[in-house]
Nanobody, 121 residues
């Protein structure tokens, strides 16, 4: 079994910054794609940023130029640096990862429990 644990959320004023972290632990052979999603009250969960095993990245248009996703493969950890935060960035942020628990295992998708980010105006 694999666990994803997020940290780094909190309350920040508009224009401020936060850095989210998500550490994966458990039975891990390799982690392929790692992502950050978010869900605001009354809205559907949306993809924020993706990073592949080689470091390639993709961002939602709404966060391009403000958010940066990165990963430390040695620590099985993915980060989301969020700058120039806006009130509309307020949401629960979830970590998501595709993990192979063994060399001959298939890929399983896992979710973290989420961390609240609140941006005040």
């Amino acid at each position: 079994q694999v666990q994803l644990v997020e940290s780094g959320g909190g309350l920040v004023q508009a224009g401020g910054s936060l850095r989210l972290s998500c550490a994966a632990s458990g039975s891990i052979f390799v982690i392929a794609v790692m992502c950050w999603y978010r869900q605001a009250p009354g809205k559907q969960r949306e993809l924020v940023a993706v990073i592949g095993s080689s470091g390639s990245t993709h961002y939602a248009e709404s966060v391009k130029g403000r958010f940066t996703i990165s990963r430390d493969n040695a620590k099985n950890t993915v980060y989301l640096q969020m700058n120039s935060l806006k009130p509309e960035d307020t949401a629960v942020y979830y970590c998501n990862a595709d993990v192979a628990p063994g060399s001959s295992s298939g890929i399983t998708n896992y979710w973290g429990q989420g961390t609240q980010v609140t941006v005040s105006s």
